[in-house]
């Protein structure tokens, strides 16, 4: 049995837990997936399919490990790239291609759907945003990329590409992203899901990211298991083998986004303000406790935030916030009225003791609003938000919360 099937196998059945074996940590393996397929295992996974013209690859690398990820699969398979398919434009998918092109001496066809273009000029424009968010999330100082590799291809809804003798079947889908393209590989029954299933609850409620689409995506994963493919291969993480698994897998991760999706669009119909809805949704313990859908990475809470912002805007529907008081303007009023922002700042640390860092964060910054000058504050929220990231189980919550503990630290 291969490395990266026992360690499937593994997570499927509780030997291993999820947290030990993060989907987005790349362990550069590289082995056989099905006849005449490869899997190369990286921060964002590489797929290598044989043809009588090459090889035809399902996303190509990010702008940090393209070439890690490159040298890994040339250790399985030297033969020449003829087309890329980017799953999407996330800058971990649609890099290295010139690293192949290198290698063969000619030019690699790289299709990619229609939406891809308009993302990269987003990024052009949004360059030093897309830097400050990646640092906070990725705890990274690479730098964002600034140039990006434009495709050759580009469709719509729907393409079938024919690279020596063997059929692949493109699908776009709204899900992570709005340039999303799932990959059925028909005579492999192999499935590349891209973003699509990544080993984690779906990244569908990113707090630093543009839209993404719950419903829809439920749809493509629905789509992808009416296939009955034999082997499943994520963005992230390890591959799964086997019908009936991947069935589950895909199903499940469908029953997840449709079960939020159901429950905050009913709220909304009633009427439901945000807060709300936070306090009254649930999702079943047993969908929860697959090791494909824990919220390591994103999490439910940030998947219903996105689907009210996608269904209802982004007011909360508490009159005051519509033209709220800026933040110092309200933070200095309660701190009077609290007698200081003292005061709110040994509430704020008597409260993370106890455990309760949702509030403690509250008056922390409230009191740092009114005092932004204070020392000791200041060392008080980096404490408050260190311990706080230290409970967190999601990368994103994570990293968000060790960003201040950072920013507090090179003041």
Known sequence: M???????????????????????????IAEPVAAGSYFVSSFANVSAFDTDDGLVLVDTGSFIL????RARLRGVTKRPVHTAIWTHGHVDHCF??????????????????????????????TREWNQHINQRQFQSA??????????DETYDRALTLVVGNRRFELHHALGETDDHTW??????????????????????????????????????????AALDPE?????????????????????ETASFLESLVEQVVGLMNSGAR???????????????????????YDEPEFIVRNLYRLYGGWWDGNPAHLKP????ALATELATLAGGPGVLATRASRLAADGDFALACELIELARAAAPADAVISALRAEIYGNRAKQERSLMARGVYSAVVEAERKK
């Open 66 to 69: 393209a070439e890690p990820t």
């Open 96 to 125: 290295g291609v010139d690293l192949y092109e290198r290698d063969s001496g000619r030019r690699v066809h790289v299709v990619a759907h229609e939406a891809v273009t308009r993302r990269f000029d987003r990024y052009k424009l």
């Open 274 to 296: 945000l807060d709300e809805i936070l306090a009254r949704v649930e999702l079943s313990p047993e969908l929860l406790a697959r090791p494909y859908l824990a919220p390591i």
């Open 183 to 224: 990959v059925w590989v028909p005579d492999a029954g192999v499935v590349c899901t891209g973003d699509l299933f990544i080993w984690a609850s779906p990244n569908c409620g990113n707090p630093q990211k543009v839209q993404r689409f719950p419903r829809e995506w439920a749809a493509a994963l629905r789509e992808m």
């Open 2 to 28: 291969t490395a990266l099937r026992q360690l499937s196998e593994q997570l499927l059945s509780g030997a291993v837990e999820i947290d030990q074996a993060q989907p987005m940590a790349p362990r550069f």
């Open 231 to 251: 082997v499943l291969l994520p963005g992230h993480g390890v591959p799964i083998w086997g019908r009936d698994v991947v069935r589950r897998a895909l199903d």
């Open 142 to 151: 690479a730098q964002f990329p600034g140039a990006f590799r434009a495709p």
């Open 325 to 328: 008081a800026r933040e110092a």
